[in-house]
């Protein structure tokens, strides 16, 4: 496996990609950390570059799909402010789940969110070597704010699933 040598640090691929395979157990544990905080909370650069990267590559690959899957179905119907809108809406939805899977955090996905949407502006503005237009600015605010939003929700959503005390064992008083 290659291995990347850093001045203070030596980070492999490997260990990148177990972070995301790690025990959730020991996350979820009270007493593991002793300090009473839901889950352990360490400032881990690497994996927050790693996710930044993986959600806004899944971002852009999906924007691709959506493109050639409403160009070929919808082309010769829809015109144009239509076709962009309803891809960035599509893709707004999309990068929702991608936030929830990857990042995993109901606190993190206004931070993710204006993230994949910042990065975008730098791509437009680099690409295009102008300043976006008013349309440009309303339809990615509205589709990050549903990023957000969506994200948000899913991430409650689960954060909020009850945590098995059992531990597999069946109960022995029935409520």
Same mark, same amino acid.
């Given at each position: *496996?290659?291995? #990347?040598?850093? =001045?203070? *640090? ?5 260990? +990148? ?16 950390? &002793?300090? &009473? ?7 881990? !650069? ?8 993986? /959600? @806004? ?5 999906? *924007? ?9 179905? $919808?082309?010769?119907? /829809?015109?144009? $402010?239509? #076709? /962009? ?5 599509? %893709?707004?939805?999309? &990068? ?5 899977? +990857? ?8 931070? #993710? ?14 690409? %295009?070597?102008? #300043? !976006? ?22 991430? *409650?959503?689960?954060?909020? %699933?009850?945590?098995?005390? %059992?531990? &597999? @064992?069946? =109960?022995? /008083?029935?409520?």
């Amino acid at each position: *496996m290659r291995t #990347f040598h850093f =001045p203070t *640090m030596s980070i492999s691929l490997w260990s +990148i990609l177990n972070r995301f395979n790690t025990d959730k157990a020991a996350s979820y544990s009270r007493l593991s950390t &002793g300090t &009473g905080h839901f889950r352990i909370t360490v400032w881990d !650069p690497a994996l927050i570059v790693a996710q930044i990267a993986s /959600v @806004q590559c899944l971002y852009y690959f999906t *924007m691709c799909v959506w493109i050639t899957i409403i160009s070929y179905v $919808e082309l010769s119907k /829809v015109n144009s $402010e239509k #076709f /962009v809108i309803a891809v960035f809406a599509l %893709n707004a939805l999309s &990068g929702a789940t991608f936030i929830w899977r +990857i990042v995993e955090r109901y606190r993190l996905c206004l931070d #993710f969110s204006c993230t994949i949407h910042t990065i975008h502006l730098a791509a437009c503005i680099w690409y %295009n070597r102008t #300043f !976006p237009t008013t349309f440009w600015w309303l339809l990615n605010a509205s589709c990050a704010a549903i990023t957000c939003i969506c994200a948000e929700f899913l991430c *409650m959503r689960t954060e909020l %699933n009850t945590i098995p005390v %059992n531990s &597999g @064992q069946t =109960p022995k /008083v029935d409520l």
